[in-house]
């Protein structure tokens, strides 16, 4: 065996990907993981949480024993606690300007000044008219919505009162927050409060800077993300539910690579907003378009995607998806990508370094988000399908210049489209649309519980390789998983969302209540904004058992047998949804380096203490077995104080297990 083959091997059991690191490996072309070994030896300050440089006195790191405090006398608790807040800031400012961007194109679209965007679910947006307190009987559809939209916006900007999506979460845990004093009133509030309370000489007590950090992670779940994805199903459509009357189904999409062809222009989108990309998928469709890149030698027009914007269009088009985060580098590196487009967030800035050795056109589309070696086509939001026939046109245009292609062959089927209205109705029919199926499966144990397992890649582990093992496991001992973000694409991949691996991997329990209902036991809910589901999910659950003592399974959140994880996270995005799960009532496990383990004082407080206030924690695990190990105890835990029985005896997924299966 090579060394570079063996190389390959560590970095990925994705075969697709191997093979393409190979190829970019023989062009010469540096990848995310090769930077990630230069990097080597990282540093332990940084990697712990306990280097603070926000001041000029500083850097300032702690050496336990030896350097307790930084110039201004900051202890490490204060300083993790700093750094950690901060990074929940960054997460939820990322998830809520991209809601504030959806609630402003709303808001226009409602008013009929941005043509090509529409109110497509008009069921949708009463519900969250009614959230937002907007009258809806005897009034024009678009009157309503104008509502909806200021509502959306002044949200941002609200200094006082209750966030309104927080009147959607049970009661029990609204009681919490309250008497905690950490339900949000505004979003930017709340974040740009935190900012200034972790700048320095400001706040110095641990477990008050993390107060106000949950403020700012809670106004990203039920706040910036929670509209974001409301209004996102208003505009474009809720996943599943065709857009008037029809059958609602899940999508298909197919997932890798291998998804990009050779013959067809491939157009591949990659950032979070589906503003400009939904114009793109529809443009595509048109026959002039179509035309125009036969006219340049192609089949036609292929649009993929990566990372999140990828999750947006699948879940409404069944696009296809060329692979997550990671796989950015990779898709580019197959010769095949006549344009690469980007909107906003986890974009490397290595892929303009690949320009001059790949034809790719790669194109910047906000304002927000420039890169300097990238063209700029800024899509002009009041006409986004001339916006995006242009771009197009673009990518067709660069189709004759391709040089060698080579595309790796795999590619995976997978279902998507598991909205929480799609699962309601797909457990329960149409007359009975409700979770009390699931409930009830979950009382009789057919289902142990639920997870929530989330997040993104990252360089410092093998890709997908912590995600795929431990959803097999959780899926094994009968836990039914529910995915967003690059961890549902790495599912995908490794085709985990297809039905028939219900009964191939699933425990008994499970495949047969997945049979029965025709789903997957792997969910795909969408972006990682739509954790916003999980959390709407979570509370039906608890609602549906107090409408009927019958199908109770816990009054509140906490109470639950569920769990939440993100395996392979890197993004502070992932730090703030993991602290809005975690205050949510998720007990929560993440992967990988934990940013606060510098002070034990902090760490004890989020891993232990913070359970008596919100009745959930953070926790960590270095390996699949051992998360998926965690998550199964907690929702044993859960069912055995509810009184529902611990469940089977867990399987323990060994090697040989996986071996069979794959026979
Ligand atoms: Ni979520 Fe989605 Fe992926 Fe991580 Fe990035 S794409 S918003 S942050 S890397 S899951
Ligand atoms: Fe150092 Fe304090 Fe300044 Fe941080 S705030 S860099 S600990 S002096």
């Not at 941005?114 to 937002?132: D, R, S």
């Not at 009532?585 to 002070?599: E, K, L, N």
């Amino acid at each position: 065996m090579s060394e570079e083959k063996k190389n390959n091997e560590e970095m990925t059991d994705d075969m697709a990907s191997r093979s393409a690191l190979e190829n970019a490996r023989d062009s010469g072309v540096s990848t995310a993981w090769d930077r990630y070994e230069q990097q080597k030896p990282q540093c332990n300050f940084g990697t712990e949480g306990i280097c603070c440089r926000i001041c000029n006195m500083g850097p300032c790191r702690i050496i336990p024993g030896r350097q307790e405090e930084g110039v201004c006398g900051a202890d490490a608790a204060t300083i993790v606690a700093r750094n950690f807040v901060r990074m929940i800031v960054g997460g939820s400012s990322a998830h809520s300007d991209h809601g504030r961007g959806v609630a402003q194109t709303f808001l226009e679209a409602a008013k009929g000044e941005a043509p090509g965007y529409e109110i497509k679910n008009e069921e949708k947006l009463k519900e969250v008219a009614e959230t937002f307190d907007v009258e809806t009987e005897d009034r024009d559809i678009n009157e309503i919505a104008i509502e909806v939209g200021e509502k959306a916006v002044a949200s941002f900007g609200s200094q006082e009162g209750e966030l309104e999506f927080i009147s959607r979460a049970p009661e029990k845990r609204k009681d919490i927050w309250r008497r905690n004093g950490v339900v949000p009133r505004g979003i930017d509030i709340e974040n740009v409060e935190a900012m200034h309370r972790t700048t320095m000489g400001v706040d110095q007590d641990y477990k008050n800077i993390l107060k106000q950090g949950t403020k700012a992670a809670l106004a990203d779940g039920w706040g910036g993300s929670m509209i974001a994805t409301e209004l996102q199903d208003i505009l474009f459509g809720t996943p599943g539910q065709p857009e008037k009357g029809g059958k609602k189904d899940a999508v298909k999409f197919d997932a890798n690579l291998g998804v990009l062809d050779e013959n067809m222009v491939n157009l591949v989108v990659h950032g979070h907003e589906p503003l400009i990309s939904e114009m793109i998928a529809i443009a595509a469709q048109e026959e002039e378009i179509q035309e125009y890149a036969r006219e340049k030698g192609a089949e036609g027009i292929n649009i993929s995607g990566i990372c999140c914007t990828a999750n947006e269009l699948l879940q409404r088009h069944g696009i296809p998806v060329a692979g997550n985060f990671l796989q950015q580098e990779l898709a580019i590196s197959t010769g095949a990508v006549d344009m690469m487009m980007v909107d906003v967030q986890c974009i490397m800035q290595s892929l303009e370094r690949m320009l001059p050795d790949y034809h790719t056109k790669l194109v910047t589309t906000t304002e927000k988000a420039k890169m300097p070696m990238a063209e700029h086509i800024e899509f002009d939001e009041s006409q986004p399908l001339e916006s995006a026939r242009e771009l197009l046109k673009a990518a067709i245009d660069n189709f004759p210049k391709r040089e060698g292609v080579n595309i790796p062959e795999e590619s995976e089927k997978a279902l998507a489209g598991f909205s929480h209205e799609f699962i309601k109705y797909m457990l329960g029919g149409s007359y009975r649309s409700s979770y009390w199926p699931l409930n009830s499966n979950i009382k009789d144990g057919k289902i142990r519980g639920v997870a929530g397992v989330v997040g993104c890649n990252n360089a410092a582990m093998p890709l997908d390789k912590m995600h795929v093992p431990m959803v097999e496991e959780l899926i094994a001992n009968n836990v039914l998983v529910v995915q967003t973000g690059c961890a549902a694409i790495a599912s995908a991949k490794a085709g985990l969302m297809q039905p028939e691996t219900a009964l191939e991997k699933a425990g008994d329990g499970l495949a047969e209540v997945c049979e029965a209902v025709g789903i997957p036991p792997v969910l795909h809910a969408g972006a990682c904004v739509d954790n916003s589901r999980i959390l709407n999910a979570l509370a039906e659950m608890v609602n549906v058992g107090q409408e009927n003592s019958r199908l109770n399974i816990g009054d509140d959140v906490s109470e639950l047998p569920v769990a939440g994880a993100a395996p392979e996270w890197m993004s502070e995005k992932a730090i703030a949804i993991g602290h809005y799960f975690v205050t949510s009532g998720v007990y929560t496990v993440f992967g990988g380096d934990f940013p606060t383990v510098g002070s034990e004082v902090f760490t004890e407080y989020l891993f232990d203490e913070i359970e008596d206030i919100y009745g959930a924690t953070w926790d960590v695990a270095e390996t699949p077995s051992e998360m998926a190990g965690k998550m199964i105890d907690h929702i044993d835990k859960k069912r055995e104080e509810l009184g529902i029985g611990e469940g089977a005896e867990r399987v323990l997924f060994d090697m040989d297990m996986r071996r069979e299966m794959q026979e």
